[in-house]
């Protein structure tokens, strides 16, 4: 392939997709740290190298609204928003993962007030997490270029419908500008064609009624319908992610270890995180240190097996949280307990990082090492850390 | 428009679910028969939507949120345009006062401000019926619902008539091309306002009083009854305002007493005692209409 490169921010990447998918209605509210996204494929459209219609609503839940009314007609639709636009779509995130809607979200992941911050952080996208959308982790601006393409195959898929999004971190990624390889559009069109909408609803010379009332007769099999496409979306995204690498020269898959296969100890996350966690690896490694990382692109749907195979021979499973579920641990972690909890397998160990954008700087992720790798895992007494938290000034 | 042009086609099944005598449910009747078979109905979260399953629609029809209807069709409108599928094609967004003049209010306030091509008709019963029968910001003074109810020291709605939503003169503000206030008890002036509304391009809005027998306390006999005198009390005016020019579309010749409206229904039982603010009710209605010119001249 032709080597061609741009230097791109995590936003300017996500509407260079969006161009490249030649999407059609783009319904999105502006908030910091989307913004950017907004504005870029405003300009695309303004210069006439996006034909799409922009629908530039007055908030998030119409924003949403509309790209799912927008879907429901068979167009090709994205929109963007992050925190707290997202908790104001919340209503509308169910209602277009039940109605089965193809719609593509991005979102650079921000944290939630209060108190008030901008920074980065995953609590905006794990308290969703069980809405019904797909959820795709990107950890570079690359990633998030490609990703974002490949989610609308994903969820345009016939055997999935359902919608999807990209998360990426505010600031570290949708702002920080690195080197990307562009999709060409040629391969992207043959990647990725113009949709044959039929999850289009709206046929006056057929008419049906869309999101009727269905009483608890029907409920819990459509319920398990949309759980069973869900559950689909790993196969499927795995062979999309073959695909990908097939016409662009670039892998992904569900789950990605580095140096995982004789780690002893494997850190566990999502997001940028993951990128300085193979560095400390790559460091800990040339000391002779039995440590990889394993790192889900993909959390909703959980892929569970593809993670089984990828930890099964750690002892003990570093799984880092950039978000906490009050209460109880981070929300990452539950479903990395549940895959081993009735086999034998790795032991975990959860750690609360990066709150509100704090920085995970190395020093952070090798202190999650030292203590994961001093643990003995038949006598865990504690199991959620704050590593990079001042607990003592408080406890 | 004339009774004689008025189709015999019916594009709702037998088969809904309203209450005896509900106006709202007549309302969609009647609206549907103005806009004909290439109709999509957004049916926001609401008695009417709820009534409305099983297929009982002829034409295509979504049940949306409850505040979502306007931004829903947005979407519609701009999805089916970009496939090229939009041409002739009404979309209807037909919804309650809480989810007109209430929740939605924004999202219909963001549609009309982007000037999407739609209609928009809010069937006004004065209450949260669907909920079962709360206050909504168009609730008149003195009415009991469920969250304003007769006790022993308030009776009813406190808050004064004239600080009611006033959802047309909010629409009209926006510079909408076509608003309009309609009554089921009118059905021609009904009827035509939508056909109008339909051939406006961009957006377009109905007010239709829609007489509730189960919320009001009334005789589901009396549907029609009732909302004929809420005109002709002066409770409710009929008029349009097209691209800003109003026109009252039924006058009436000797005004009668409120009271004569207010006593059909038990929700006003509590007001119907209290003469002063019966007093204060007739005044208010009595300058509303002098200042829409809505009295015929007097013929005698
Ligand atoms: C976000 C949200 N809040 C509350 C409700 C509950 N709810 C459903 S219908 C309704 C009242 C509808 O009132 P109105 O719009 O006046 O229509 P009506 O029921 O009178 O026909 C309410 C409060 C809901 N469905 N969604
Ligand atoms: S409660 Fe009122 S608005 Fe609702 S269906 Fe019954 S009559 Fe119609």
């Known amino acids: 392939m032709q080597e061609v490169r741009e230097v791109w921010s995590g936003n300017r990447a996500v509407a260079e997709s969006v161009k490249r998918a030649r999407v059609q209605v783009v319904s999105a509210y502006p908030i910091t740290p989307q913004s950017s996204v907004m504005e870029y494929i405003a300009k695309f459209i303004h210069d006439g190298e996006l034909d799409a219609r922009m629908i530039r609503v007055e908030s998030e839940h119409s924003a949403l609204s509309a790209a799912c009314g927008s879907s429901l007609s068979g167009a090709r639709t994205f929109t963007a928003t992050s925190s707290q636009g997202l908790m104001l779509m919340a209503e509308v995130l169910f209602f277009a993962s039940g109605l089965r809607l193809p719609v593509v979200m991005a979102l650079p992941n921000r944290c939630l007030e209060s108190p008030v911050n901008i920074w980065s952080d995953h609590q905006d996208s794990l308290a969703v997490r069980d809405s019904g959308w797909i959820q795709l982790y990107a950890s570079d601006v690359q990633e998030v270029h490609d990703m974002t393409v490949q989610a609308f195959k994903l969820s345009e898929d016939e055997r999935i419908l359902l919608p999807s999004m990209i998360c990426y971190e505010g600031f570290l990624i949708s702002h920080v500008s690195e080197v990307v390889n562009p999709l060409p559009q040629d391969l992207v069109d043959e990647f990725l064609p113009e949709p044959d909408p039929k999850w289009a609803v709206f046929d006056i010379e057929n008419p049906f009624q869309v999101n009727e009332l269905l009483t608890p007769e029907g409920f819990p099999e459509y319920r398990y319908k949309q759980h069973k496409a869900m559950l689909r979306a790993v196969d499927v995204y795995t062979e999309i992610g073959r695909e990908f690498a097939r016409i662009f020269g670039r892998e992904y898959s569900p789950v990605r270890g580095f140096m995982h296969e004789d780690a002893d100890v494997l850190i566990v996350g999502i997001g940028s995180i993951m990128s300085t966690a193979r560095q400390v690896v790559k460091e800990l490694r040339e000391r002779g240190e039995k440590v990889g990382t394993v790192e889900l692109k993909m959390f909703r749907p959980f892929p569970e097996k593809e993670f089984r195979e990828l930890t099964e021979n750690a002892r003990i499973l570093a799984v880092m949280d950039k978000d906490i579920g009050f209460g109880s641990s981070g929300m990452v972690y539950p479903d990395i307990t549940r895959v081993w909890y009735n086999r034998d397998g790795p032991s975990a160990l959860n750690f609360i990082v990066g709150l509100g954008g704090r920085e995970v700087v190395p020093e952070t992720i090798h202190r999650i090492y030292r203590i994961a790798k001093d643990t003995d895992p038949d006598k865990i007494e504690e199991d959620v850390f704050w590593p990079d938290t001042m607990t003592e000034v408080i406890d | ?300």
């Not at chain 2, 809005?205 to 027998?213: M, V």
């Open chain 2, 1 to 300: 428009m004339k009774l004689k042009e008025v189709t015999d086609e019916e594009f709702l099944h037998h088969g809904g679910m309203a209450c005896p005598g509900c106006g709202a449910y007549l309302g969609l009747r009647l609206a549907l028969k103005a806009l004909g078979k290439n109709t999509i109905l957004f049916n926001v979260t609401g008695c009417i939507a709820t009534t409305l399953i099983m297929g009982v629609t002829k034409i295509p029809m979504i049940h949306t949120l409850f505040e979502n209807g306007p931004a829903i069709a947005s979407g519609v409108d701009y999805g089916l345009s970009a496939l090229e599928k939009r041409e002739g094609i009404n979309l209807l967004v037909y919804a309650g006062d809480g989810g007109t003049a209430d929740i939605g209010l924004q999202s219909l306030s963001g549609a009309i401000e982007r000037g999407h091509d739609f209609v928009y008709i809010c069937y006004d019963n004065e209450s949260y019926m669907n909920t079962g029968g709360q206050r909504s910001g168009t609730t008149p003074f003195g009415a009991i619902t469920t969250t304003t109810p007769a006790g022993k020291k308030i009776k009813g709605e406190t808050r004064p008539i004239h600080l009611r939503k006033d959802m047309v003169e909010i629409v009209a503000a926006h510079g909408t091309p076509y608003v309009a206030s309609a009554s089921i008890a009118y059905p021609l002036d009904f009827m035509e306002k939508v056909k109008k509304a339909a051939e406006t391009r961009g957006p377009a809005y109905i007010h239709l009083f829609a007489t509730c027998p189960t919320g009001w306390g009334a005789d589901p006999a009396k549907t029609i009854e009732i909302a004929r005198l809420a005109v002709q009390t002066g409770m409710i005016n009929l008029f349009e305002i097209v691209n800003g020019e109003r026109r009252i579309t039924v006058r009436v010749r000797k005004r009668k007493p409120v009271e004569e409206y207010l006593k059909l229904q038990r929700r006003f039982k509590p007001l119907l005692e209290d003469r002063e603010a019966l007093k204060s009710l007739q005044d208010y209605v009595d300058r509303k209409c002098e200042l829409l010119g809505v009295d015929m001249e007097d013929r005698k």
